[in-house]
Antibody
């Protein structure tokens, strides 16, 4: 079964660093783009970017470029999304999803990030 | 960047009704539109890809159509389990983007 398993909820203070993960299984992880999608509380879906595990080629939305960093560890079949300094406005659910041809066909359950002083 | 505008933003319909949700794009494209269903507390679920291709296992009452700048998701006979928010998404150009969502309720 193709699965994406995301790391657990995070509670951070403004200014702290954060790295969340997304582990793929049941398929050839390196050969499928992995994307990240933000959903702020009560709001819609926002496309953050995608990364190709085989060569770490990454495409960012201008809205998130410079705010987050996507990375992968092929040996661990894991994708990461990280912040150097989180802000209260980063409070949201973050989904990873597999992106074979443009559409996201398999989704993780999401990682809830709460940033509060 | 391609902007997607969905209409309506919310919709209330009766069981058995035919429901249509529109997604209008700021630039024309084809074979690059997907539709998702999201129920409360769950991740989105892919329903339709490449404008009109139904994902395996998705009920046949769901269908997608359109090209150019106008796309439609149709539910032929609304069922209680279809209560959800629906999103369109384009993959024609980076950055890919989602519509703002359409919340569907049962009357």
């Amino acid at each position: 079964e193709v699965q994406l398993v995301q790391s657990g909820p995070e509670v951070k203070k403004p200014g702290e660093s954060l790295k969340i993960s997304c582990k793929g299984s049941g398929y050839s992880f390196s050969n499928y783009w992995i994307g990240w999608v933000r959903q702020m509380p009560g709001k819609g879906l926002e496309w953050m970017g995608i990364i190709y595990p085989a060569d770490s080629n990454a495409k960012y939305s201008p809205s998130f470029q410079g705010q987050v960093t996507m990375s992968v560890d092929k040996s661990m079949s894991t994708a990461y999304l990280q912040w150097s300094r989180v802000k209260a406005s980063d409070t949201a659910m973050y989904y990873c999803a597999r992106n074979p041809t443009g559409a996201f066909d398999v989704w993780g359950r999401g990682t809830m990030v709460t940033v509060s002083s | 960047a391609i902007q997607l505008t969905q209409s309506p933003s919310s919709l209330s319909a009766s069981m058995g009704d035919r429901v249509t949700i529109s997604c209008r794009a700021s630039q024309a494209f084809s074979n690059d539109l997907a539709w998702y269903q999201q129920k409360p507390g769950q991740p989105p679920k892919l329903l339709i890809y490449d404008d009109s291709s139904l994902v395996s296992g998705v009920p046949s009452r769901f269908s997608g159509s359109g090209s150019g700048t106008d796309f439609t998701l149709t539910i032929s006979s609304l069922q209680p389990e279809d209560v959800a928010t629906y999103y369109c998404q384009q993959s024609k150009n980076y950055p890919y983007s989602f519509g703002q969502g359409t919340k569907l309720e049962i009357k």
